[in-house]
């Protein structure tokens, strides 16, 4: 459920940024989540009507766009994309899962996506030196809004 | 239009508002003994009775769970974030909490993001303290974490071994946390006297600049020979007793009690 407090804090900055931008109302929020942090984000869009009620961004809408990640082994210059990083990333994450209120255990990489250095290496040669293409976890990418 | 707030910042803030006094460790230098001073001091201040986090953010070697014996720890979430680990009246995250055993080869802003995303998503609730034994060095890492902190009530830590070569890098760490107006508490002078009890040779200089800079030292801990085996064997640092001691004393000078 850690999409809950992704969603807060997303309500909360551009809340913030209303505030400090003289905006009555936030119509629009695009953000963009890791693919690696696998963020369900039919859970983060009902987080968000929640838990953006009695704030400017309330009515806003929501795009969430999933950015893909790939890996590039520095190594032996091999490119792979998460759906074969994930073949390995579950098993090495099995035993570290975490477990939430509701039961539900889910990988290390939910809360810290960049922690998949610890849990991949490179599918040819087995380095652990390679490169992300894209590090980081979530961020607002852009806000819209009425100062009427 | 483009943000200015990034979302993990806002997170931290409020959780760092819950917070009393942030403790933080460091130095410029490595293995000097950030992290069982730390963990000691994050358990003298406990056993004070103060509700006290203790922040492992060593992302290179995270070692408190080892300093401490926390072993076979099974992380728990919620919708708030991430549970920090209950040990001994105390409450506790490390990066070793979430991968336990294997290599932590972060690079640059991999790296960054790992510190914003554990420091944001970690549940402290309220507490009286949060001790944070911060990575060596001043890379990126460290210089993000004291930003981060220096926005809420907090005091540095400089620890330091009295050795003549660990002087020159705690004068450059000194003068960075003044250009970053970093509050410092003073110096930890850790390993003040040399394995068998004799004074060290160093230490004078230390406290000589320690004077120049108008800081002052917060305690003088000794070698304690004993320290080694507490920890090989799991069996708490009051055991220690010279180490222990000289902890406590700082817990006392830090908080008045
Ligand atoms: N006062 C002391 N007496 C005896 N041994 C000590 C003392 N202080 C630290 N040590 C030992 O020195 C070693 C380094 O300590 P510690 O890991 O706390 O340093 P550190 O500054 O956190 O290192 P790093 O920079 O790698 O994180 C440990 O083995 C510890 O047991
Ligand atoms: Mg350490
Ligand atoms: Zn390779």
């Given at each position: 459920?850690?999409?809950?407090?992704?969603?807060?804090?997303?309500?909360?900055?551009?809340?913030?940024?209303?505030?400090?931008?003289?905006?009555?109302?936030?119509?629009?929020?695009?953000?963009?989540?890791?693919?690696?942090?696998?963020?369900?984000?039919?859970?983060?869009?009902?987080?968000?009507?929640?838990?953006?009620?009695?704030?400017?961004?309330?009515?806003?809408?929501?795009?969430?766009?999933?950015?893909?990640?790939?890996?590039?082994?520095?190594?032996?210059?091999?490119?792979?994309?998460?759906?074969?990083?994930?073949?390995?990333?579950?098993?090495?994450?099995?035993?570290?899962?975490?477990?939430?209120?509701?039961?539900?255990?889910?990988?290390?990489?939910?809360?810290?996506?960049?922690?998949?250095?610890?849990?991949?290496?490179?599918?040819?040669?087995?380095?652990?030196?390679?490169?992300?293409?894209?590090?980081?976890?979530?961020?607002?990418?852009?806000?819209?809004?009425?100062?009427? | 239009?483009?943000?200015?707030?990034?979302?993990?910042?806002?997170?931290?803030?409020?959780?760092?508002?819950?917070?009393?006094?942030?403790?933080?460790?460091?130095?410029?230098?490595?293995?000097?003994?950030?992290?069982?001073?730390?963990?000691?001091?994050?358990?003298?201040?406990?056993?004070?009775?103060?509700?006290?986090?203790?922040?492992?953010?060593?992302?290179?070697?995270?070692?408190?769970?080892?300093?401490?014996?926390?072993?076979?720890?099974?992380?728990?979430?919620?919708?708030?974030?991430?549970?920090?680990?209950?040990?001994?009246?105390?409450?506790?995250?490390?990066?070793?909490?979430?991968?336990?055993?294997?290599?932590?080869?972060?690079?640059?802003?991999?790296?960054?993001?790992?510190?914003?995303?554990?420091?944001?998503?970690?549940?402290?609730?309220?507490?009286?303290?949060?001790?944070?034994?911060?990575?060596?060095?001043?890379?990126?890492?460290?210089?993000?974490?004291?930003?981060?902190?220096?926005?809420?009530?907090?005091?540095?830590?400089?620890?330091?071994t009295?050795?003549?070569?660990?002087?020159?890098?705690?004068?450059?760490?000194?003068?960075?946390?003044?250009?970053?107006?970093?509050?410092?508490?003073?110096?930890?002078?850790n390993m003040a006297t040399l394995p068998g009890g004799a004074p060290h040779?160093?230490?004078?200089?230390?406290?000589?600049?320690?004077?120049?800079?108008?800081?002052?030292?917060?305690?003088?801990?000794p070698f304690d020979e004993t320290l080694e085996e507490?920890?090989?064997?799991?069996?708490?640092?009051?055991?220690a007793?010279r180490f222990?001691?000289?902890?406590?004393?700082?817990?006392?000078?830090?908080?008045?009690?």
């Open positions: 459920m850690h999409e809950w407090s992704v969603t807060q804090s997303i309500v909360e900055a551009v809340t913030r940024f209303a505030e400090e931008k003289g905006l009555k109302r936030i119509t629009r929020v695009e953000i963009e989540v890791n693919e690696l942090s696998q963020l369900e984000t039919d859970i983060m869009e009902e987080a968000f009507r929640i838990l953006a009620q009695g704030t400017p961004a309330q009515n806003a809408e929501l795009i969430i766009l999933k950015s893909p990640v790939h890996f590039v082994c520095k190594n032996c210059g091999y490119r792979w994309d998460l759906k074969e990083a994930l073949r390995y990333i579950q098993e090495a994450t099995s035993g570290h899962s975490i477990v939430d209120e509701e039961g539900t255990s889910d990988p290390p990489l939910h809360y810290l996506p960049m922690l998949v250095y610890s849990f991949l290496k490179c599918p040819k040669c087995g380095s652990r030196d390679f490169e992300l293409e894209n590090p980081f976890s979530v961020r607002i990418k852009s806000v819209e809004g009425e100062r009427e | 239009m483009s943000l200015q707030v990034e979302p993990w910042e806002v997170l931290a803030e409020k959780r760092l508002s819950e917070i009393g006094e942030t403790l933080l460790v460091g130095s410029g230098k490595g293995g000097v003994g950030k992290s069982v001073v730390s963990a000691a001091l994050a358990l003298a201040l406990a056993k004070k009775g103060y509700k006290v986090g203790l922040f492992d953010l060593d992302v290179h070697g995270p070692s408190i769970p080892a300093i401490l014996g926390i072993k076979n720890v099974r992380l728990t979430g919620s919708r708030r974030g991430l549970e920090p680990v209950p040990h001994r009246g105390m409450k506790v995250m490390s990066l070793a909490f979430l991968v336990g055993d294997n290599p932590l080869p972060l690079k640059g802003a991999a790296k960054t993001e790992v510190v914003e995303d554990i420091i944001s998503n970690t549940d402290w609730g309220s507490l009286d303290y949060l001790v944070v034994d911060l990575p060596p060095g001043t890379g990126d890492e460290m210089l993000l974490s004291t930003r981060i902190f220096r926005r809420h009530t907090h005091r540095f830590l400089v620890v330091a009295p050795s003549i070569i660990a002087l020159s890098v705690v004068k450059r760490l000194v003068s960075l946390l003044r250009d970053e107006k970093i509050r410092i508490a003073g110096i930890v002078e040779p160093g230490s004078q200089l230390l406290e000589k600049y320690a004077e120049t800079e108008n800081l002052r030292v917060l305690a003088k801990i507490v920890l090989l064997k799991g069996a708490g640092l009051e055991n007793p222990w001691h000289a902890v406590e004393g700082l817990a006392e000078s830090l908080t008045g009690t």
